[in-house]
């Protein structure tokens, strides 16, 4: 029999709790090397806690479950073992520039610095360095911007500096939260060409958190469909746009108002909303779906569907 | 067409800076709603699009310029005239949390808006129940406070409240952009169905075009204080004239993985430059690929391609070999 190589990433069975609220629960899902896998789900569906949980940079929650990255469970780690990982195996993007760079460093520093705590380089190269990281994320006159404050940079900009931070060290997974959500549409449009490029240069994993399944379409090899904190349904996208198997992931991409048809029929919609939770053991989404019956009071367990799908739902065949 | 209901007539709104830099949030804006219709407004932020909106409601004066309602001026209404242009005039905003009081229940929101519009109070308490029930909201919402229900039905309450003193016109500022996919349908049908039961006049600003479209059948493009372009929806979406909508278009992310990869996109350069150090010329001349020296030194006037599809660029699109 044929051993297939690991997975880059792969998560297995990965819960998060706060004080008494079960924010992630039980997710499993790989990555592969130069993968993008888009983990898509409404707000509070736990898609930014399954990242910040996979940076470990969640105070006062509980974590269980594994999360191999190149053979390494990143849950296991100690905190000094794992501050080794962030920036060098790991790189992140948050949602909102403004707020993740210092407000008061100058941009090029932020760079060097992440450059300083993983390599040892001189003074001079960490410089050339940052330079070279400022003109690869298309900053235009890199040697005077690595001298400007994030206020004096545009908010496109700041996204730029945050992803340089990102792949300064050529980390092997990338996790970006929401990267594009902040920024204007045209915007948008330069900063996922650079995420494009970088994803396809570096042969990275990448784990693409949105809500915006647009922002999917167009850059996601696979999809993960998050609902109050498991995951539903997961596939390559082609197929998960043309056939969903999940009611949910069914309603989500029905209730996107398209540009170009449809314009004067009421949009379909999920009735309810997420706050509706299935009672106790059932599964999450059955309050809200229209098939549901007796048998959705017992949890769907999330199984494979053939052609590298999985699906969680008795109804989905 | 309908007769204009909301007019605006030269309108500019300058906010100072600093000491030195004024900025232009509005720059000589005419526009005019027609009774009964929904407008669309569109453009990326600092357009000018909720400083526009919210100089039609009268929550800004206009720095220059002016604003009629029903063919009058609004400017320096007072005692019974003034109270009936506000409740004429309302706005639904876009976070339905920061737009709600949080110490007060959604119910006492309503009837306060109306007691001071010189309600009584038990009109006051069965309007806010009427208009509940038409925001999708069963009375049992009424006693509840912001923050233990969700955003949906938070932004209902503002809708509720918007329409509770049953105005001819709504400006409604990005109502759907702070909620999740699955609400935004439930509150753009709720809109919508609001508009056409009461043949309301609705202002619907949003930075998102597939939004619009659902919404308004006329739709006006803003960039850096002015209207760039202005057509029905359908004469905008397939044959846009202004090379910024015709960006804009290209640049929203289809659902649609096939059409992804294939489409061609028209990039933008950089970002839109700082309202406070517009450019001469034409003020898109500095994104724009079609730009000539003409672009950067003559602001080009609004033009008529045809009676409802207003443009202003000196080098519109050509869509003689497409169409």
Known sequence: ?317 | MADTLVEAIGVSRLYRANRNRVVRAVDHVDMKVGRGTTLGLVGESGSGKSTLGRTLVGLQTPSLGSVAFEGQDVAGASGSRLIRLRQQRQIVFQDPSGALNPRMTIGDTVVEHLRVQGWTRADARSRAQEVFEQAGLSRQFLPRYPHEISGGQRQRAGIARAISTDPAFIVADEPVSALDVSTRAQIMNLLRDLQASRGMTMLFISHDLSVVAHMCRQVAVMYLGRIVELAPRETLFRTPLHPYTMALLSAIPLPDPARERTRQRIALIGETPDPAAISSGCRFHTRCLRATDLCRHSDPPMRQATSDHGFACHHPLDHSTTR
């Open chain 1, 1 to 317: 029999m044929e051993i297939a190589a690991p997975p880059l990433l792969e998560v297995q069975d990965l819960s998060v709790s706060f004080a008494n609220t079960r924010a992630v629960d039980g997710i499993s899902f790989r990555v592969e090397e130069g993968e993008t896998l888009g983990l898509v789900g409404e707000s509070g569906c736990g898609k930014s806690t399954t990242a910040l949980a996979l940076m470990r940079l969640l105070r006062d929650a509980s974590l269980t479950g594994r999360a191999w990255l190149d053979g390494v469970d990143l849950i296991g780690l100690g905190e000094a073992e794992m501050r080794a990982m962030r920036g060098s195996q790991v790189g992140m993007i948050f949602q909102d520039p403004a707020t993740a760079l210092h407000p008061m460093v100058r941009v090029g520093e932020q760079v060097a610095e992440v450059l300083d705590a993983h390599l040892s380089l001189s003074r001079v190269e960490t410089k050339a360095r940052t330079v070279e990281l400022f003109r690869k994320v298309g900053i235009a006159a890199p040697e005077q911007r690595i001298r400007a404050f994030p206020h004096e940079l545009s908010g496109g900009m700041c996204q730029r500096v945050v992803i340089a931070m990102a792949i300064a060290c050529g980390p092997r997974l990338l996790l970006a939260d929401e990267p594009t959500t902040a920024l204007d549409v045209t915007v948008q449009a330069q900063i996922l060409d650079l995420l494009r490029g970088i994803a396809s240069q570096s042969r990275a994993g990448m784990v693409l958190i949105t809500h915006d399944l647009g922002v999917v379409a167009g850059m996601a090899d696979r999809v993960a469909v998050m609902y109050a904190g498991r995951i539903v349904e997961s596939g390559p996208t082609d197929q998960i746009f043309a056939h969903p198997l999940h009611p949910y992931t069914a309603g989500l991409l029905a209730s996107i108002p398209q540009l170009d048809s449809g314009w004067d029929e009421p949009v379909p919609t999920i009735p309810g909303s997420v706050q509706d939770k299935g009672a106790g053991s059932g599964c999450p989404f059955a309050p809200r779906c229209s098939l549901a019956s007796m048998e959705c009071r017992t949890a769907p367990p999330f199984l494979a569907a053939g052609g590298g799908r999985m699906v969680a739902c008795w109804k989905a065949v």
